[in-house]
């Protein structure tokens, strides 16, 4: 699902399950942003896993934009937050068991001698229903996912975004 080699871009890694309501925020946001990117800005990665899984597909990535769905009640549905490492192992865990143990994955990979991101931020969003079976956001995400789009777009490749446009 790459369309880049590791390194030579950033990496959109879209987390959820889609078959699981709001669960699938994270795949969804990811996909529409990748969309928005000028071709070869930044290469596109959808996992249903997480934790000690993640290590293969972070693996060669400099810089690495996770994007997944927060428990509900932690923050309003459709809610954004960019989350430092430090917050997912303590303010934020677990976020969902897409999460548990990134932090421990980046340092096992890292003693493995695995290269492991340089610059990884998690962006996490507010649900309403993830684990109701269905392939439809609830009403609140479907509405929100082109101003989270945007957002995070703004925050990674705008003008003064973190990696800027490549």
């Known amino acids: 699902m790459y369309a880049a080699e590791p390194g030579a871009c950033p990496l959109i890694l879209g987390l959820g399950n889609p078959i699981l309501g709001d669960d699938r925020i994270g795949l969804e946001v990811a996909r529409a942003l ?85 610059d990884l931020v998690v962006f996490a969003i507010g649900v309403q229903d993830p684990y109701t079976f269905s392939e439809q956001l609830t009403a609140p995400l479907a509405q929100a996912l082109p101003g989270l789009v945007e957002e995070i777009f703004e925050r990674l490749f705008g003008p003064v975004g973190r990696w800027g446009c490549q």
């Open 34 to 118: 990748h969309a928005r990117l000028p071709p070869g800005a930044a290469a596109l990665c959808e996992a249903e896993l997480g934790g000690m899984e993640l290590m293969d597909r972070l693996e060669g990535w400099r810089k690495v934009a996770l994007i997944d769905a927060l428990e509900p009640g932690a923050l309003e549905p459709g809610a954004l937050v960019e989350l430092e490492l430090d917050d997912l192992a303590t303010r934020y865990a677990p976020l969902t068991p897409h999460n548990a143990g990134l932090c421990h994955c980046l340092e096992l990979g890292m003693r493995l001698g695995m290269q492991m991101p340089d």
